[in-house]
């Protein structure tokens, strides 16, 4: 069977604005969660969140290309761009597709547009609204930039969307149906529908993220994107590629049972089934990096999960009190704390977890990273809707 | 006291149509955990609440305690409510 390969990674995110800049970010502990200064942030109950800060569109695009594209396209076509340049190659394989999961496609533009024709009374739209806000814009766009012909569309399954279109572009490459993928995900939501959409909900925390902290007060917003290329072993040995590590496997499934709570046992399936896939046993796995939104209800349920499927106990940790939760970019993102843990620089620490739940019982990594021997590790997303989607991954 | 009255029973009115209950069933001393609400009925039950008011009930999913929504009777949720009204004047 053919075996798949990461050998390109790019992102740009609240904590750097490249997989280097935002790895030792991971690993250093810093928290890029702060103040929100959006217009009409007065208006909102809560205004903290991880944005990305010192991102200069009209560095990235020139005027006329800036015109189509959503912030949610800007970040993911920067970090494809950065995916493409660390892969070494000049022309992607004939044949190369890109998936790029999101949550909310193009949000700002949809909302500034709305915001036109209802509140500002205005008659019209800009005109490239629907090419800019539709889901599909950050993978078309990469696809266009990259000349990929293969197949190429948007996952949207909320928080998991990264973690689909990665495991997605995964299967693809494996059964032969490309060459290599460019996949990952995007999102643009700090806006201020965005986030009285959240703030709805109630489950947004007013102070910052504490995944698995016993005063875990909820999740914090943020913004990025990650994008990964993928590549056919063989392929990428035989040209020499860096490679900076293997997807062995994935499954992916739904809990068919609440739209907003999630399910332990669904969530300890879909790990099981990411071990099976890869052909890993409990033993194998050296790292969890888990979903951790910081949430009464998530913590809870994914420790069950983990303790369930790794009952000898694993270390695990968290991103999201560092970079708040990327929604549809959250599992791209985070997929660089798996890279630095395979790649023996060391497991990031759980930011903002400072008084472990002892309900959850995990050996969490916290404080500062921990230096470790990892070969394999899982990577997990689980979103609103029951969905469910786990990376197992290998040191290459 | 008449505005008091209605507080309450709007606030009983409307905790009953969320939970699909009689409002003679949503006495004082229910705690909310009986009402049968589920995550998501809660949550709709306090915006249409603040939606009638014009208040803003601190209640997080995350700290159920720090809000009488979360942990209470219905007799302190409208206790809550009432403070949360005379509050904003």
Redesign the interface.
Known sequence: MRRVVITGAGTVNPLGHSASETVAGLLSGRAAIGKLDIPGAERLAVRIGAPVTGFDAAAHFDRRDLALLDRATQFALVSARQAVAVSGLVALPSGTGVIIGTAGGGHETAEAAYRAVYAEGRERVHPFTVPRLMMNAPASRIGIAFGCHGPTFAVSSACASANHAIGLAFQMIRAGVAPAMLAGGTDAMLTFGGLKAWEGLRVLSPEGCRPFDRARSGLVMGEGAAVYLLEEREAALARGARVLAEIAGFFMNADASDMVLPSAAGAAAAMRGALDDAGLRAGDVGYVKAHGTGTRANDRTEAEAIRAVLPHGVPVSSTKGAHGHLMGAAGAVELLACLAALRGEGIAPTVGCDDPDPDCGLDLVRGAARAAKVSACLANAFAFGGLNAVLALRRA | MAVRADVAAEVTAILAREALLDPAQVRGDLPASDLGL???GL?EA??AIEERFGI?VP??????EASAFGTATVGEIIAEVEALVRARG
């Open positions: 589920d995550s998501l949550v306090i915006f803003t209640f997080n999913a995350n700290r159920p």
